[in-house]
């Protein structure tokens, strides 16, 4: 407690001007989320926070002229785990884009491995120089008639909120188990409001009334929206939406192409975030923020010349600016693989005869969306 309060009293006495900061960017084109502006300042960094913005002095100083800075981009929603590669991993090429925060959601290793995988993908992303907070996965299996790994119950889940980085509860994809009042699910959704925690959706092709009810069981956010209507609904009743385009960075070149302002586009992709996942202190260039942040060579093209994560360099001109060794590790889980006894061609064989309709799935090249 001590040690905090020295650090408190010197960064105010650098914010008051007192004393130098250890750090400072001067003459940089700051990027204002709050306002969706632009002006140039110093930014002063002290003990991993920005301190100050104004005219400041420092003990390392780097000029920014003709230059930007921006808060490092959070992304809302990544399942790690499909990438087949570990958090310890996934992190550094994330840093490269800017991105300096994620929320993760480890429901297809629970899939799988249940309780066992989610603490796994917690204890990965340890010590790390970057912050994976985790959304406990609420509906595995996905569905009553899927077979998985594991079941997870709301019994299951409601120990693991007492790690740190767990903020909430991941993408309620079983909205029928919502809508018939499920016991189970509603549990699940309780013990998380009950803890002041979100609750992820996933509201595929919903009416209205499946929407509002939806909303009225505590779900904040959705990212299934296909159509601009499909948005302003949820945007009316409260909701956050998601987009799903790819990276963070490329998103927000995609809707600066498409016409939105860019201070507009990386509010969106920082504090926007920040407030809805309600992660204190992140996602703008203010003072008593953490020191999170990205220099743009150029704004339009958001093409970035350095990524800062609490107040270090961690990426320059698309370099790591680590010492990590790539990690070598590897996780055994044996017999997380079951099939049926007796498996053979005629298990795959459809009973068409006598129907008048056959449903089947296909493929919609690079769409993710699905009809009704």
């Given amino acids: 407690m001590k040690e905090k309060l020295m650090k408190l009293k010197t960064r105010i006495k650098c914010a008051s001007n007192q004393q130098k900061a250890s750090f400072v ?3 940089i084109t700051v990027i204002d989320v709050f306002q969706n502006d632009r002006f140039m300042a110093d930014v002063a960094i002290e003990g991993g926070y920005i301190i100050g913005i104004g005219s400041y002095e420092g003990i390392n100083e780097i000029d920014g002229t003709n230059q930007y800075i921006c808060p490092g981009l ?30 993760i959601d480890p429901h297809e290793i629970a899939n799988v491995l249940g309780v066992k995988g989610i603490k796994l993908m917690l204890n990965l992303s340890k010590n790390i120089p970057f912050d994976m907070y985790v959304m406990l996965p609420s509906c595995v299996p996905a ?14 889940l409601n120990p693991l909120y007492c790690y740190e980085k767990v903020i909430g509860l991941a993408e309620v994809m079983n909205f029928p188990a919502v809508l ?18 979100r609750i992820d959706g996933h509201g595929a092709s919903f009416d209205l009334n499946q929407l509002n009810a939806y909303i009225t069981a505590g779900i904040l956010t959705d990212h299934e929206c296909h159509t601009a209507e499909e948005v302003i609904e949820r945007l009316r009743r409260g909701m956050y939406v998601l987009m799903r385009e790819g990276s963070v960075d490329q998103a927000i070149k995609i809707a600066v192409n498409s016409g939105l302002k860019i201070e507009t586009a990386i509010q969106m ?29 150029e704004l339009e093209t958001f ?35 079951h099939l ?3 498996l053979s061609e005629k298990s795959f064989e459809i009973q068409a005869s006598n129907c008048q309709k056959l449903n089947v799935i296909e493929i919609i090249p690079n769409k993710l969306y699905k009809s009704r």
């Fill in 74 to 103: 959070i992304d809302a929603h990544a399942h790690i785990e499909s990438s087949l590669v570990s958090p310890k991993e996934y992190y550094k090429e994330a840093l490269k884009h800017g991105i300096t925060s994620m929320i």
């Fill in 340 to 342: 049926p006894e007796n």
């Fill in 303 to 337: 093409k970035i010349n350095s990524v800062y994560k609490n107040g270090k360099c961690v990426v320059r001109q698309g370099q790591l600016q680590l010492d990590e060794e790539r990690e070598n590790k590897r996780f055994i889980f044996e017999n997380t693989v």
């Fill in 269 to 297: 992709s920082t504090l926007n975030t920040a407030e809805c996942y309600q992660l204190k202190n992140k996602g703008a260039i203010a003072p008593g923020f953490i020191a999170d942040f990205i220099i743009l060579d």
């Fill in 25 to 27: 960017i001067k003459n």
């Fill in 143 to 156: 569905t009553t008639f899927e077979n998985s790994g594991a079941t997870l119950l709301a019994a299951d």
């Fill in 180 to 197: 018939n009042g499920d016991d189970d699910m509603l549990q699940k959704l309780v013990d998380a409001t009950t803890k002041g925690y």
